[in-house]
């Protein structure tokens, strides 16, 4: 039976299309949670279940209910309590960023690490693309969707470096197919623990999202895709750090934080991929050794993107340095004391 949605005063529930309270009964007995609910729901489908229970925001007996594959039983209540729908337009910011080229087509900036690309929950402003929307006032919105206007690729949030964002549907088609069939060419800089062998190579091996950890992606054995970093390894010091450049043959989400750490090697101060402290460390002074275990984001730094402009065919490159951050860290560990 379906009952109508009663919030309860004392928790701090959201409500929206699709709320709803359902008891089960004894004909639900042994389905999957997510197959039960969207049945029970006329407007929410089974994806959408399974996204709002990973979100925290269905309830089984009153307490949070994440797992999509938990068994019903009779009697079991369940709350369903969708988020209230924002804006569908990311609202624009006076929001400085660099930008190292500009013309009718294409924007290519420098992106400050700590910023994010686009709004997404927990992140609904104070992005990138409420920043672009500042700058550009009305020659971008519609231009390649709602949430991600003129977005062609992204950097994660704590990745400093060099993107491009298109300003016209012609160029947002042509840059998107260009990374699609890998004609983009991107060198990355990051720093990491221990030492490579061989000092230059190929990293790879298909990723998908980690079952035990939805914010962390992994190597996985089916169901990922093809990912290929090459890598070369330009210093080391004390055979616990490696400062390497990275080119992406494919562009995965997380790709290079996720191949260097499942090969024993995590980007210095990666908050997600590094979970204990590299026996590595033990190997520096012991001012390199703070400085390093202190960085407070991944090492990271997308140095270089070249590509064909969507108009003129004209071959544009441009390289851009760390931020400052990344280059005292660099002068701390490769400088002699």
Known sequence: MIEPEHPDPSQEHASGPGALSVVAEPSHDG?????????????????????????????????????????????????VSPPVPVSAWPASQSIPFTILYEDDSLIVLDKPAGLVVHPAPGNEDGTLVNALLGYCGETLPGIGGEKRPGIVHRLDKDTSGTMVVAKTEHALATLSADFAARRIERSYLALCWGVLSPAAGDLEG????????????????????????????????????????????????????????????????????????????????????????????????????????????????????????????????????
């Open 206 to 337: 298909a990723i998908g999202r980690d079952p035990r950890d939805r914010k962390r992606m992994t190597i996985v054995p089916r169901g990922g895709k093809y990912a290929l970093t090459h890598y070369r390894t330009l210093e080391t010091i004390d055979m616990a750090v490696s400062l390497i450049e990275c080119r992406l043959a494919t562009g995965r989400t997380h790709q290079i934080r996720v191949h260097f750490s499942q090969n024993g090697h995590a980007l210095l101060g990666d908050p997600v991929y590094l979970r204990r402290i590299p026996a590595v460390s033990k190997l520096l002074p012991d001012h390199a050794r703070r400085a390093a275990l202190d960085f407070p984001r991944q090492a990271l730094h997308a140095a270089m993107l070249a590509f064909t402009h969507p108009e003129t065919g004209a071959m544009l490159r441009f390289e851009t340095p760390p931020p400052v951050d990344f280059q005292d860290l660099q002068k701390i560990l490769f400088t002699d004391p």
């Open 31 to 79: 389905m999957r949670t997510d197959r039960f609910l969207a049945e029970a729901s006329p407007s929410l489908s089974r994806s959408r279940i399974k996204g709002l229970m990973e979100d925290g925001h269905v309830r089984r007996g009153g307490a949070v209910l994440r797992s999509p594959a938990e068994i019903v039983r009779a009697g079991m209540r369940f709350e």
